[in-house]
């Protein structure tokens, strides 16, 4: 049997901020896109962010499928700092230019008292490494969050952090990873 890891982003919470580590439920909606996303799809074990809006519906999809469920709390989504839970609109009508530059270089232009891009990077990348030992044979699904999805696809891509911000990732949407286990 050979192995993979694949990336799920939580789905809608009804929030349009910067949500970060605050732990926000999904929405109904949300529900709705996280079961469309996984239907008639299987893994061999989950592993999930330690935040509600992924922990729930990955113990719900465990339970359906009868296997092996771990949290991570690497997997956290970035904390924002003072930008959590301020809206986009917000931050670009008061401090536009800010947002503008950790758009595009997200690594020397963190938000006010936000995590560090490098310990970011750092704790995501130490998770990927543990699930890729397991991935080696078995089919891991790993329901994470939209900035950590878009860290590791511009790590394992070789991708510039400068480009985060023009990866798509959608709420409930799956991305395939490819995922070098550690030497």
């Known amino acids: 049997m050979s192995g993979s890891i694949d990336l799920l982003r939580h789905g809608d919470t009804g929030q349009t901020s910067y949500r970060g580590q605050l732990d926000d439920p999904l929405s109904t909606l949300g529900w709705s896109q996280l079961r469309a996303a996984t239907a008639d799809r299987r893994w061999d074990s989950i592993v999930t962010s330690s935040l509600c809006r992924c922990t729930d519906f990955a113990r719900e999809l465990a339970t359906e499928q009868g296997i092996p469920l771990r949290v991570d709390s690497r997997l956290a989504e970035y904390h924002f700092g003072h930008w959590q839970g301020v809206s986009i609109e917000r931050l670009a009508q008061e401090q536009g230019v800010a947002l503008g530059q950790f758009w595009a270089d997200p690594v020397t232009n963190p938000p006010p008292g936000a995590e560090s891009f490098a310990a970011f990077r750092d704790r995501l990348c130490a998770a990927l490494s543990d699930i890729a030992v397991e991935a080696t ?36 949407s799956l991305h395939p990873l490819g995922w070098r286990v550690p030497a």
């Open 137 to 172: 044979v078995h089919r891991v699904l790993v329901v994470t969050h939209g900035g950590a999805i878009r860290l590791l696809r511009c790590e394992s891509e070789g991708r510039d952090f400068g480009d985060m911000a023009s990866i798509d990732v959608p709420h409930a």
